[in-house]
């Protein structure tokens, strides 16, 4: 069994900043790629960046510039720093990683994390 947990949402005013984090834990042999995707109301889940094992990063156009992800592979966990948040950056944000459990490798999802862009 593998959790990830996500933490570090909440309402900031346009042109503010927020630091996402997701944990994981459990049986986990070994993480591959992580990321961050986020879904807005009646819109559906998008990707917004990721990170290998490797260091290796993407970022979905909307954010580049503004937002920076990054992993510490010791502790099983990611970040999010976002900067120079616009309200279109309001959504539920949500933790993605590829782990290698004993019973094989899956895709697991945290339960997501609010984030406000609103004056």
């Known amino acids: 069994q593998v959790q990830l947990v996500e933490s570090g949402g909440g309402l900031v005013q346009p042109g503010g900043s927020l630091r996402l984090s997701c944990a994981a834990s459990g049986s986990i042999f070994r993480i591959y790629s992580m990321g961050w995707y986020r879904q807005a109301p009646g819109k559906q889940r998008d990707f917004v960046a990721g990170i290998t094992n490797s260091g290796s990063i993407k970022y979905a156009d909307s954010v580049k510039g503004r937002f920076t992800i990054s992993r510490d592979n010791a502790k099983n966990a990611m970040y999010l720093q976002m900067n120079n948040l616009k309200p279109e950056d309001t959504a539920v944000y949500y933790c993605?990683?590829?782990?290698?459990?004993?019973?094989?490798?899956?895709?697991?999802w945290g339960q997501g994390t609010q984030v406000t862009v609103s004056s």
């Open positions: 993605n990683a590829e782990v290698e459990t004993a019973r094989g490798r899956y895709s697991y």
